[in-house]
């Protein structure tokens, strides 16, 4: 890869750029309904929140890459790019009720055709497996939850 090149932006500072977008409006956000006194306790769930939701679209990356042979280039930046996607989706769809969920999917396809260099098909598919693993994870955790005992 070439630093001066037209790869560099792509592999680092437009996922960087994304990330650090979406860390803003989540912290803004946080801030607006809260009060700055969320600052603490949002720099200590940031980390889960960003497992949790970035977890099952590198899962999804992996599952697809085996079965439809596609390649995601380095894996470090292909994490980050995962992340800065995820994350950028996320919190821009914070606003929106009803449809956030449309359009979280179709930022993802688009951005993942765009960073990764998927074609579309590649990239609906990656969203559609990406939102089953997390559908999966998701029923998991709460069947988990489910099961742990209460003190009344």
């Known amino acids: ?56 679209g590198l899962l999804a990356g992996i599952v697809l890459a085996k079965f439809l042979g596609a390649d995601f280039g380095d894996p470090k930046t292909a994490v980050l790019k995962f992340t800065a996607i995820i994350f950028f989706s996320l919190a821009l769809t914070f606003f929106i009720t009803g449809i956030g969920f449309i359009v979280q999917a179709m930022l993802w396809v688009g951005l993942i055709i765009w960073l990764f260099e998927m074609t579309p098909g590649e990239a609906v598919a990656l969203t559609i497996t990406a939102v089953v693993v997390n559908f999966v994870l998701q029923f998991l955790w709460g069947m988990t939850q489910m099961l742990q005992p209460r003190s009344f």
């Open 1 to 56: 890869m070439e630093t001066g090149g037209q790869s560099f932006p792509k592999e680092y500072k437009f996922p960087g750029i994304l990330l650090l977008c979406g860390l803003g409006i989540i912290g803004a956000y946080g801030i607006f309904v809260a009060g700055p006194a969320v600052l603490v306790p949002l720099s200590i769930a940031l980390p889960i929140l960003i497992a949790k939701n970035v977890l099952p």
